[in-house]
């Protein structure tokens, strides 16, 4: 179980994350396109979450383990497109250097901290 002050230190975190991305975009011109970040990186836990629920539940069958690569294929694609999206758009001089690193510092802190979240609040199933 996860203690107050594990709760706050991780929503500090999250508030610095969220803070470097809308910095990033804020700082360097009107330019919001490092605001594509956040929703890569709050979409990402979702296919790993959705495909191990759709899983077999038995830990001795392992018929629908394609569930599971999907999801975590598609995690890893959102992943990588949160640090990919931000390098491209500076590379193509839509953004600015110093807004990509902020973009995918805080995008990391963001995917970090919502990990966290879901590795300490998952419940335990005892047999």
Excluded: W
Aim: aromatic share 12%; net charge negative; with cysteine.
């Amino acid at each position: 179980m996860a203690g107050l002050k594990t709760i706050i230190a991780l929503s500090f975190i999250l508030a610095i994350g969220f803070l470097l991305v809308i910095l990033s975009s804020a700082l360097f011109g009107p330019n919001y396109f490092p605001l594509l970040v956040v929703a890569t990186y709050v979409l990402a836990p979702l296919p790993n979450a959705i495909c191990s629920r759709c899983a077999n539940p038995d830990d001795f069958d392992d018929s629908n383990g394609g569930f599971i690569d999907l999801g975590r294929f598609l995690t890893g694609f959102f992943v990588v497109m949160g640090i990919a999206l931000p390098a491209m758009l500076a590379h193509c001089g839509i953004i600015e250097v110093p807004a990509m690193i902020m973009s995918i510092v805080g995008g990391l802190l963001i995917y970090g901290t919502i990990i966290s979240f879901t590795m300490f609040f998952q419940e335990v199933e005892d047999f």
